[in-house]
């Protein structure tokens, strides 16, 4: 549904986006991560035909970006960063309004049909203005949805939303991806990102990594057993190295991180090398590394389990 | 065109619900009507005039006189004061229902969520261009058939009344001041799109009436006679404009211009 071959934009002397190649297939929710001022926002408008790229192509439901530009319009829904909604029009004049210029055959239906699904129904005919930041929010969701777009971009929907809407708006999210839709979503909210998402880009100006959620953990940090003891010794750590399928042993606190590959089959011959040195096991666990550790990782800054 | 008459009556629809802009587009045409028709009523059929001549009159207005006595060339000439000030109308109308329309959405940013649908810049440059320039111009089309069937009322001579249907009223009235009001709109765009605040775009498009008030006060002072010949070449030089100032609007108005460059 979205395909990319070298995209890239130029403003002036700015590299915005250099060197984008990606896919996002149909019934995929593709995570697109990044810093501020990464070119997020640029992607997603070079994407969505808002802005033309300087370099490479793309195309999305079809059509490609620069030659097509109407018609992929038609078959692109976008949730912008900010809602952008007439506040001095009603919930459901915005709807209509919108659902016309995207030539919806049926803009009662549709209208009613996305209120409803959101819960904005019984507010309809009040002016936006005094809705408040989470209504807006979902009714600009509403309004990316209402021509039934095949690709849908979504910057930050949760933002601003309570702990319900927001799981209101994950579970749509979720609805969207089994009708087959594309979904590609820009977010800071990580854990969202690694509940929702079937593959995410790290991305600052290119894309520093590409795969699925799980995947990123194991590259960049293997999988690791913490041993909680009631105290540690360097011998400890010294022992442990030695044995196989030992990649790394490191000593934080009171704590022994290994670095191991299958912690399943090494685990009971950790634990007995521990027990025969004298060390008193209080707890094992495996360190669940977060997409949050990646993204930092990536990104340049001390992932959070390092700093814990 | 339908895509341009929805987003017309959207702006309609929301910019009308400011009082600013109704007070401008309502007082505007108010005031410039009821002014002559009182100054109509105040002078009279004669209304103390009856001794003023044609040699009273600036020797350059007093050659448009023919067939009119004194007293109504002297009607005549404070009317044709008003043609110009009726130019306000499709002036400052579209400036202000165009700032409040291009630089609110701005404000608010729903330009990218409306530039993300399908319709076209040229559509987006019209829907928000006539709905500013059309108020304007039927609002004057409407003052000026309001004062010619209030003049007709009020007793007005035969001779001044035929003066109001001469070519130099009707071009002015029905060709110039549509120009104008394309003129406004298109300036109008070029300072929305470097200000962020509705009432300043206006201010600084209000600018705009310059050239009129010069225009005015040239043919107060006797220096410049507004005829036939004067407003045929202001609708031709418009015209010549309108179609410069429209190329900058519409090269403005282009996406990625829009939302790259506009502050």
Redesign the interface.
């Known amino acids: 549904m979205i395909v990319t071959e070298r995209l890239g934009k130029r403003?002036g002397d700015l590299q915005a986006v250099e060197d984008l190649t990606l896919r996002v297939n149909a019934g995929e929710v593709f995570g697109f991560l990044g810093p501020n001022g990464a070119g997020k926002t640029t992607t997603v408008?070079m994407l969505?035909a808002?802005?033309?790229p300087t370099s490479g192509k793309a195309w999305v439901a079809g059509c490609e970006v620069g030659k097509q530009d109407?018609e992929l319009?038609?078959k692109?829904g976008?949730l912008?960063e900010?809602?952008?909604?007439?506040?001095?029009?009603s919930a459901e004049?915005n709807l209509e309004?919108?659902a016309?210029?995207?030539?919806v055959a049926d803009v009662a239906g549709q209208v009613e049909r996305y209120l409803r699904l959101l819960g904005l129904w019984e507010r309809r005919h009040e002016p936006v203005g005094g809705f408040s930041k989470g209504m807006r929010q979902k009714l600009?969701i509403a309004?990316a949805m209402l021509h039934e777009p095949q690709v849908v971009f979504l910057d930050e929907p949760t933002s601003a939303l309570d702990p319900e809407a927001a799981r209101l708006v994950r579970e749509f999210i979720g609805e969207l991806k089994h009708e087959g839709r594309a979904i590609f979503l820009c977010t800071h909210n990580l854990d969202e990102a690694d509940r929702l998402c079937d593959r995410v880009a790290v991305f600052r100006t290119r894309i520093l990594a590409l795969d699925t959620p799980a995947a990123l953990r194991r590259q960049l940090f293997g999988r690791s057993v913490v041993f909680h003891l009631r105290e540690v010794a360097p011998a400890y750590a010294d022992r442990l190295r030695a044995l196989p399928g030992v990649s790394s042993v490191q000593i934080v606190d009171r704590r022994l991180v290994v670095g191991l590959d299958d912690p399943e089959g090494n685990n009971p011959q950790l634990i007995r090398t521990l027990v025969d040195a004298g060390a008193d096991i209080q707890f094992v666990g495996e360190l669940r590394r977060t997409l949050e550790d990646v993204y930092l990782r990536l990104v340049g800054q001390p992932d959070a389990a390092e700093t814990s | 065109m339908h895509?341009i008459s929805?987003?017309m009556r959207?702006e309609w629809?929301?910019v009308f619900?400011?009082r600013l802009v109704l007070g401008t587009v309502g007082f505007m045409p108010l005031m410039l009507t009821a002014l002559p028709l009182v100054l109509l009523r105040v002078m009279g059929g004669d209304g103390g005039l009856g001794e003023v001549g044609t040699g009273d009159m600036p020797a350059s207005f007093a050659q448009l006189c023919e067939g009119l006595s004194g007293a109504e060339c002297a009607q005549y000439f404070f009317v044709t004061e008003f043609l110009l000030l009726y130019m306000l109308m499709p002036l400052m109308i579209p400036v202000t229902i165009a700032a409040y329309s291009i630089v609110g959405e701005k404000s608010?940013?729903?330009?990218?969520?409306?530039?993300?649908?399908?319709?076209?810049t040229i559509e987006l440059l019209a829907g928000k261009g006539l709905a500013a320039a059309l108020p304007a111009v039927a609002a004057t089309w409407l003052s000026f058939g309001v004062f010619a069937v209030g003049a007709r009322l009020l007793g007005v001579g035969p001779g001044l009344l035929a003066k109001l249907a001469d070519p130099m009223w009707l071009i002015a009235i029905f060709v110039v001041g549509p120009l104008l009001a394309v003129a406004s709109v298109s300036f109008a765009v070029m300072i929305s799109s470097r200000v962020n605040e509705p009432r300043v775009a206006e201010q600084l498009a209000g600018l705009v009436v310059l050239p009129l008030l010069l225009l005015f006060f040239g043919q107060v002072s006797g220096l410049i006679l507004l005829d036939s010949r004067l407003v045929l070449w202001m609708a031709l030089g418009l015209t010549v404009l309108d179609a410069v100032l429209l190329a900058f609007a519409v090269q403005l108005f282009q996406?990625?211009s829009i939302?790259?460059r506009w502050k």
């Open positions: 403003f408008r969505s808002l802005i033309g109407g319009r038609r692109v976008i912008t900010s809602p952008g909604l007439y506040d001095r029009l004049r309004f919108f016309r210029l995207y030539e600009a309004r | 895509k929805i987003l959207k629809s929301e619900k400011n608010t940013r729903t330009l990218e969520p409306l530039l993300a649908t399908p319709i076209t996406r990625e939302l790259t």
